[in-house]
């Protein structure tokens, strides 16, 4: 089966620094990959898409990379907030075009000011 | 984009009842889906919620226990059936307004606690 891993383990970085998060698949790779961000007590909010034949899409302070070789996604926020502290969570869809995303269990990120 | 909310937002229930949750859309979609987040865990897709036929539900999820009722495009009802402490969790509506590499949105959840 499909398996989706993102680092357990909460990313604790210093406000202004780029933070770094992983995500990685394992099979074969999807058609597009997302990334959605979760405060506590919240549903998902929908931040990036990237497709397979892109290697890299950003939006303002966001950047997404996608490396089919490796199986793996990096998801890079630069000039953190602590306003951008909350839980990132990866998604793909395996489903083979009936659109139900599978997604990955999250990395909490805490931005300390 | 799609705004939806959900009723009830929190709720307490006893062992062995049910609990109707529901979903509603700001706009007609065509694919809609729930999910179940336990704590600390991620979201676990429970079914597709067909309008106008039965929902096509996951491994491991069946419609005696999680009934879903999808009367048109922009609602949905998903039933908790028979509780017990393990489906304390946050169940969360979800859709999806375009094609298949379109934007998910997501209702803020049930947050849900089975004694």
């Known amino acids: 089966s499909q398996k989706i891993e993102q680092n357990s383990e909460a990313l604790n970085i210093q406000e202004g620094k780029t933070a770094t998060l992983t995500c990685n698949y394992t099979n074969y790779s999807p058609a597009y990959l997302q990334w959605y961000r979760q405060d506590p007590g919240r549903g998902p909010v929908f931040l990036l898409l990237?497709?397979?034949?892109?290697k890299e899409k950003r939006k303002e302070r966001l950047k997404v990379t996608f490396d089919t070789t490796l199986k793996q996604s990096l998801f890079h926020i630069t000039a953190s907030q602590p306003a951008d502290s909350a839980t990132y969570l990866c998604a793909l869809d395996y489903s083979g075009g009936y659109q139900k995303v599978t997604f990955g269990t999250g990395t909490k990120l805490q931005v300390i000011p | 984009s799609a705004v939806i909310s959900q009723k009830p937002s929190r709720d307490i229930c006893q062992r062995g009842t049910s609990l109707t949750i529901q979903c509603q859309v700001d706009s007609q979609v065509t694919m809609m889906f729930w999910y179940r987040q336990q704590p600390g865990q991620s979201l676990t897709l429970i079914a597709t919620a067909n309008q106008g036929s039965e929902a096509t539900y996951e491994s491991g999820f069946v419609i005696d226990k999680f009934p879903i009722s999808r009367p048109n495009l922009t609602f949905s009802t998903l039933t908790v059936s028979n509780m017990s402490p393990e489906d304390s969790s946050i169940y969360l509506c979800s859709v999806r307004p375009g094609t298949a590499t379109d934007t998910q949105y997501f209702g803020p959840g049930t947050r849900l606690t089975v004694l």
């Open positions: 990237i497709r397979e034949n892109e």
